[in-house]
């Protein structure tokens, strides 16, 4: 018998929500360029304000409208709560945050933030960015993954790093399944990638053992020390393109 149901907002909840409470939020992507002009002359608007020519206008962003949204959702009377819990939406506002300063419409960016992604895993993480810049400049997205020199992992790095190529191509095929492969145009090649991926896994985990798994398991956690060292790793790759590890044209590093 299912007790609870748990609850994850849609666009139209999320924009329900925002025009309830009196939020100016950006649909489209003249809303954040305008938006983003107040904010850089907004020394110029405070000055206008002080001389009492007016409030310059604020808009919210979408990592905050999504934590108002949770902090609604927690204070619902008791009732609700018996029948009803909000989703973790932990991983949702983090790509929120990564492509924060990205102008796409409410549409596209609400797409994105719930990509099926983890956001500890820095290279992943790179690569949503590079795939929501291509999208934001109206070109053709590029997996820019290259498998063919990949071989059957022997140790738990190896096979931990062809876990990570997976995800990659992966949340790839997500978002072509919902843009079109009119703008993901390497859906094809991003298939065979990821077969390619799951053979070279299956076989690497026929030769592995047990013990090793667990190695694997741990290195994917963690650990402080592990998180510091996967947000160094991600904070410097998130202004450009990915590592070229994995990218086509040249052999992983």
């Not at 190529?165 to 298939?191: P, S």
Request: aromatic residues 8%; hydrophobic residues 35%; charged residues 35%.
């Amino acid at each position: 018998m299912i007790e609870s149901a748990g609850l994850k907002p849609s666009k139209e909840q999320l924009l329900m929500f925002a025009k309830a409470n009196g939020l100016k939020i950006r649909e489209t992507e003249e809303d954040y360029a305008m938006a983003w002009e107040e904010k850089r002359q907004g020394g110029e608007g405070r000055r206008e304000e002080e001389r009492g020519g007016g409030t310059p206008s604020s808009y919210t962003e979408f990592t905050v409208l999504l934590k108002l949204f949770v902090h609604a959702a927690s204070t619902l009377g008791s009732r609700a709560q018996d029948l009803y819990f909000l989703c973790d939406l932990t991983d949702m506002l983090g790509v929120a945050r990564l492509i924060e300063e990205i102008p796409l419409n409410f549409k596209d960016r609400f797409t994105f933030c719930i990509a099926p992604v983890d956001t500890k895993q820095a290279e992943l993480m790179s690569y949503l960015r590079f795939f929501a810049r291509q999208y934001q400049h109206k070109k053709e997205v590029k997996l820019g993954v290259n498998v063919h020199w990949e071989k059957v992992p022997v140790t738990p790095m190896e096979l931990k790093h062809l876990e990570e190529i997976h995800a990659v191509v992966d949340v790839y095929l997500w978002l072509g399944l919902r843009f079109g492969e009119d703008i993901f145009i390497e859906i094809e090649d991003a298939e065979e990638a990821a077969e390619r991926c799951s053979e070279l896994i299956e076989e690497g985990l026929k030769k592995l053992k047990p013990k090793e798994f667990m190695l694997v398991g741990k290195k994917r956690g963690g650990g402080k020390e592990g998180d510091r060292e996967g947000g160094r790793r991600g904070s410097s790759r998130q202004r450009g393109a990915p590592s070229g590890r994995w990218r086509k044209g040249g052999e992983k590093r």
